[in-house]
């Protein structure tokens, strides 16, 4: 069974912290996502990864980074955390080409404050 | 752009059968997938259609017309544990394997 995890269920930053959100997949797959999802506005993709090292930007990079060093961890980092990022942030995995069927995470809902 | 249109609310009642649209305009498309989100949970895959036709798994089916842009999700003897929201996703040409876009969601409301 296809296990995600993310660190945080939920977290409550200041204006302009770092924060880190950690995404970990048991299952051996080679593609990692970072999407955020608002009411009415379904799940926008933030970054993903098709390989260690390997990083892309997706629809709405702006005010993010991420990281992976790990095949199994793909970490999404706020370099200056803003109100407009509160949301909630799901982190899924994907196996090779089958980009179709995505694993998703419990999700973090995380408030800047 | 890209875009996908779904309704946002469906309601129906135990038992009934209740079909969710789609219709998408993007960039490129290499096939359209369905996802079941509960309140407070994460979205979990349910089908996926490449081909023009009807791909039946058990209660749920889902069409694809590749044609007319279209496609939907056909939930069968509804029961009062499909109540959730419903996403479609184009899998387009971002990306080198294709990432998906993600329409807003139709929230499902089943009723006794």
């Known amino acids: 069974d296809v296990k995600v995890t993310q660190s945080s269920r939920y977290l409550v930053k200041r204006t302009g912290e770092k924060v880190f959100l950690e995404c970990v997949q048991d299952m051996d797959h080679e593609n990692m996502f970072w999407y955020r999802q608002d009411p009415g506005l379904g799940l926008r993709l933030i970054y993903f990864?098709?390989?260690?090292?390997?990083?892309e930007k997706g629809d709405i990079p702006e005010g993010y980074s991420v990281s992976r060093e790990k095949k199994e961890r793909f970490s999404l980092i706020l370099e200056s955390a803003s109100t407009n990022q509160t949301s909630m942030y799901l982190c899924a995995s994907s196996r090779g080409t089958n980009n179709y069927e995505q694993y998703f995470g419990p999700g973090t809902r995380l408030t800047v404050t | 752009g890209q875009s996908l249109e779904q309704p946002s609310e469906v309601t129906a009642v135990e038992g009934a059968i209740v079909q969710i649209n789609c219709t998408y305009q993007t960039s490129g498309f290499y096939g359209l997938s369905w996802y079941q989100q509960h309140d407070g949970g994460a979205p979990t895959f349910l089908s996926y259609?490449?081909?023009?036709g009807l791909e039946e798994t058990g209660r749920f089916s889902s069409f694809l017309s590749r044609s007319d842009s279209y496609g939907y999700l056909l939930l069968q003897e509804l029961q009062m544990k499909d109540s959730a929201s419903y996403f479609c996703a184009v899998r387009g040409y971002g990306g080198s394997q294709g990432n998906l876009i993600f329409g807003k969601g139709t929230k499902l409301s089943v009723k006794p």
């Open positions: 259609n490449a081909l023009d």
């Open positions: 990864s098709y390989d260690v090292k390997m990083k």
